[in-house]
């Protein structure tokens, strides 16, 4: 709350120009926070550090904020808050954090998220682009922003004609072309098999597979049509995934390789006639600046291939104009796996280059980490194949399920199914987001399902225990209310543990901004942790059944706001919150 103050008086005292310095704050023994601003400073303007904090501290506006100010240490700012200030912003209708309100510009942002391949499995780094990049959707909207999803499936290329093939061979309506839900690497498998034994045979299935593709990408209605039925077969699998996972995705956001086809060859052209492509070796490509090989060679983005055939470069600059010059966006994100940094990089270059992202829109890679197995290595089945989600995930609520049966045996059959598809999903998706997005994870269902740590499991549990302590107090209803209103009951803040809470809670909106603006779901989990962590020792210091009268309704009120809390962060996670637990 107090970062947007310091960095105003950072600026006062030293000029705009130090405006941008990012002050760490951190809790303090001795305060409620101690800042840290003036030490890096002091260095760059020359002054002992003790001075620039003075400086710091005289262009402070806390009139009404701080009840103490000090100077501590080295040059530290000692903050102790006015405890009537905090009651007040506690107190108040929680303003949901909503952009616009002098926290900065609202964004036009285009997600391109998930994005899987027709007649493929999605693996589990698919799961996670799928799961971060719902996360960010969720919580820019939250924050006002107008989000754009885009769903950038592979849909288009060469296979497809020898998938065609296969699909047509097996009929429309066969156990075999089922497969595309149930287990589409099966299927791609099936067709990939039939092509390798016959790419010797003049008329064989590989010929006529070739011939698919030519048929397809001319535009043959028969074939057209044909694609259009296996595309919508695979979109069930996906549409079951996302169902499972609780994704905000729909048919309506999909914006497949397919849907910039049409626009390729002009696109090459114009880049060609305006020297930003040329041929090399048969070729069309780019060289953006800065993008070598290994001999320090210029590195080409290839965009037409010598044998006039277009690749995912084509289809990716395509996006990128598309993106901002149809969809107006002012933000384009790419939640995409880490090894594609180079590809989305040289893409993004060329297009400054062309002039289809001009300098006022911000186009990002947001950098997924592969998902590893316990061997260290891309998380496979045994055989070595890609591991399959669904399977992954109803372990995931399985895992739950025996936990639950073995601690809430008086829950209806009902009660508990729905509680472990909860926590069995909501622990898969938290682990995605908690750990940095470019970094890489071992997938371990113990870790993930564990209730200690930051976990899922944990977070949820925090939020179970409260509803049901409301509910002891016959006021969970009451409590429960909408976010954006004011707790039920005036709340004090008196002992420190409920201070510590408090201050926290004030945070919210500040830590929802920093995930949008870093691209960061992780530290929305930090801040649910370290919530559910201060209302644990909160419940533990001090009684609130047991408290009495208007102390009682205080901490009860107290109880609601954490719980509206938890769960808001949970869902803009797109984790849900379990009634019991
Ligand atoms: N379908 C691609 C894959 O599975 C991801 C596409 C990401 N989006 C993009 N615009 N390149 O690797």
Redesign the pocket.
């Known amino acids: 709350m107090v970062v947007p103050r310091v960095q105003a008086a950072i600026a006062t005292a030293f000029g705009d120009e130090f405006r941008g310095t990012d002050p760490v704050i951190r809790p303090s023994q001795f305060a409620d926070i101690q800042i840290n601003a003036a030490l890096a400073l002091a260095r760059k303007v020359g002054l002992p550090p003790r001075d620039a904090a003075a400086r710091i501290v005289d262009a402070l506006d806390l009139d009404g904020v701080c009840s103490l100010v000090e100077i501590s240490g080295p040059g530290f700012i000692n903050l102790t808050f006015d405890g009537t200030w905090i009651e007040e912003l506690l107190n108040a209708p929680t303003a949901q954090a909503a952009g616009g309100d002098g926290h900065g510009p609202l964004h036009r942002v285009v997600v391109?998220y998930s994005?899987?391949?027709v007649a493929k499995e999605m693996h589990v780094g698919?799961l996670r682009t799928t799961v971060v990049g719902d996360s960010l959707v969720r919580v820019m909207e939250a924050l006002g922003h107008t989000v754009i999803r885009q769903n950038?499936i592979?849909d288009w290329g060469t296979p497809f004609g020898m998938l065609i093939e296969h699909w047509l061979e097996v009929g429309e309506d066969s156990p075999e072309a089922a497969l595309l839900v149930d287990d589409p690497s099966a299927f791609y498998q099936a067709a990939r098999a039939k092509f390798d034994a016959s790419t010797e045979e003049p008329d064989g299935f590989a010929t006529r597979a070739r011939l698919r593709v030519v048929a397809l990408q001319g535009g043959d209605p028969e074939t057209f049509a044909v694609w259009e039925r296996l595309v919508a077969q695979s979109k069930r699998y996906f549409n079951a995934i996302y169902a499972m996972l609780g994704i905000s995705l729909t048919d309506d956001h999909i914006a497949g390789e397919s849907s910039y086809d049409a626009h390729l060859a002009q696109l090459c052209q114009e880049l060609e006639e305006r020297g930003i492509a040329r041929i090399s070796e048969g070729a069309l490509c780019t060289f953006p600046a800065g993008f070598t090989g290994r001999e320090g060679d210029p590195l080409p983005l290839i965009i037409r291939k010598s044998d006039g055939g277009y690749g995912y470069g084509t289809t990716?600059l395509a996006?990128i104009r598309y993106r901002v010059r149809e969809l107006q966006a002012d933000r384009v994100l790419?939640v995409?796996?880490a090894p594609?940094n180079v590809h989305l990089r040289m893409v993004m270059a060329t297009a400054r280059d062309a002039g289809w992202l001009p300098d006022t829109v911000e186009a990002t890679h947001v950098q997924i980490g592969n998902v590893l197995g316990e061997d260290g290595k891309i998380l496979k089945s045994r055989a070595g194949n890609p591991v399959k989600l669904m399977a992954l995930l109803q372990e995931a609520v399985d895992r739950a399920r025996a936990v639950i049966d073995a601690n809430r045996p008086e829950l209806s059959d009902e009660e508990r199914a729905v509680t472990a598809r909860q926590v069995g999903i909501g622990a898969v998706k938290y682990a995605d987001l908690s750990t940095g997005h470019d970094t890489e994870y071992v997938f371990d269902f113990d870790r993930m399902l564990a209730l200690s740590g930051n976990t899922g499991p944990y977070v949820q549990y925090a939020a179970a225990r409260i509803r049901s302590i409301l509910r002891k107090a016959g006021a969970l209803e009451q409590h429960e209310a909408a976010a954006g209103t004011a707790p039920a009951a005036t709340i004090a803040v008196v002992e420190p543990a409920e201070r510590a809470l408090a201050l926290h809670l004030l945070e919210y909106d500040a830590t929802l901004r920093k995930v949008a603006e870093l691209l960061e779901p992780h530290r929305l989990c930090a801040y649910l942790f370290e919530l559910a962590q201060l209302f644990t020792s909160f419940y533990d210091q001090c009684p609130v059944l047991k408290a009495e009268d208007s102390v009682r309704e205080s901490r009860l009120a107290l109880c609601g706001l954490v719980l509206r809390r938890l769960s808001a962060g949970l869902d803009l996670l797109g984790i849900e919150t379990p009634e019991n637990m």
């Open positions: 391109d994005s899987p391949n698919h950038h592979g990716d996006t790419y995409v796996g594609q």
